[in-house]
């Protein structure tokens, strides 16, 4: 049997102070850590430099690990439409620099990332933490922005690995038709 191959997955939790990325590479059901951090902006810069911050800082960031995909949060809206607005222009400049680099990007929920990280989607940013260490195996804790980057490469690693097998499972019912798809899984070569 040939091993899974290996994806490279940069999570990227967009804020306008600070964004965090994480980097796994996952083989089946194998993650690794690879590196996770956050990019920072300075308050008292204006808005557009601040996004000029977030861009290069991703460019870089791509540069470095050069991941296979990316997943991205989407954003919530909240009560403050102001904080909601400058949320939102920081998550495009990442989108836009992700999109920039080459890479197809992938968004996920805060609900989908609690729920394949966590188990349940109520989790605590405290119990993201956890799981996000000892589903990498850490030493120790990752920062709130950087645990929910390595999450999302995470629930990317899970949910795009299924999302992949029922494309590929579609695509050969199409080719094939139904009994070709069949006799796939009859024969127990559906891995």
Do not use: W
């Given at each position: ?8 997955i ?40 601040r ?24 954003v ?7 904080a909601?607005?400058?949320l939102?222009q ?56 950087a ?14 690995s299924?999302?992949?097998?029922l ?5 050969q ?12 899984y ?6």
């Open positions: 049997m040939t091993p899974a191959p290996c994806t490279r940069l999570g990227l939790d967009p804020g306008l102070q600070v964004a965090g990325f994480g980097v796994i590479e996952a083989s089946g059901l194998q993650l690794r850590y690879v590196a996770s951090g956050t990019i920072r902006t300075a308050a008292a810069s204006g808005l557009p430099q996004l000029k911050t977030l861009f290069e800082g991703i460019e870089a960031v791509l540069e470095r690990y050069r991941p296979d995909a990316s997943a991205v949060e989407i919530f809206v909240n009560n403050n439409p102001q909601t607005l400058m939102g920081a998550r495009g400049a990442c989108v836009s620099a992700l999109v920039t680099g080459g890479q197809v990007v992938h968004e996920y929920t805060a609900l989908q990332l609690k729920k394949a990280v966590a188990g349940h989607g109520r989790a605590s940013k405290a119990e993201v933490q956890h799981m996000v260490q000892r589903l990498l195996r850490l030493p120790g804790l990752p920062g709130p922005d645990a929910d980057a390595l999450g999302l490469a995470i629930t990317h690693a899970h949910v795009g299924a999302m992949e097998r494309r590929q499972a579609g695509s019912a199409a080719t094939g038709g139904p009994e070709a798809l069949a006799g796939r009859r024969s127990g070569r559906s891995r």
